[in-house]
Nanobody, 124 residues
């Protein structure tokens, strides 16, 4: 059974940092790309970042470059999203997802498996 379990969300003050984790199981982790998406209330889901577990290439949404960093620990089948300088606009439910294409993208259509999400709330 494929599982993606996010953790690390919570309440943080503006300017603070959080690290999200996505623990994956039930598929060949090294063959997949893992992406992070977020959805704020009343807004569409947007791609945040992704990483290819085959070659380590990454993608970031232009608006988030320099603040968010994605990394992968293939030995633990876990992907991390380090978020810094958080602001109220980063408040959302954050989801991780798995894409069987080794070349990752920020387009949710390509992702086959999804986690349940973790809430990130940034207080101003």
């Amino acid at each position: 059974e494929v599982q993606l379990v996010e953790s690390g969300g919570g309440l943080v003050q503006a300017g603070g940092s959080l690290r999200l984790s996505c623990a994956a199981s039930g598929f060949t982790f090294d063959d997949y790309s893992i992406g992070w998406f977020r959805q704020a209330p009343g807004k569409e889901r947007e791609g945040v970042s992704c990483i290819s577990n085959s070659d380590g290439s990454t993608y970031y949404a232009d608006s988030l470059k320099g603040r968010f960093t994605i990394s992968s620990d293939n030995a633990k089948n876990t992907v991390y999203l380090q978020m810094t300088s958080l602001n109220a606009e980063d408040t959302a439910v954050y989801y991780c997802a798995a894409d069987p294409d080794p070349f990752c993208s920020g387009i949710s259509y390509y992702y086959h498996y999804w986690g349940q999400g973790t809430q990130v709330t940034v207080s101003s």
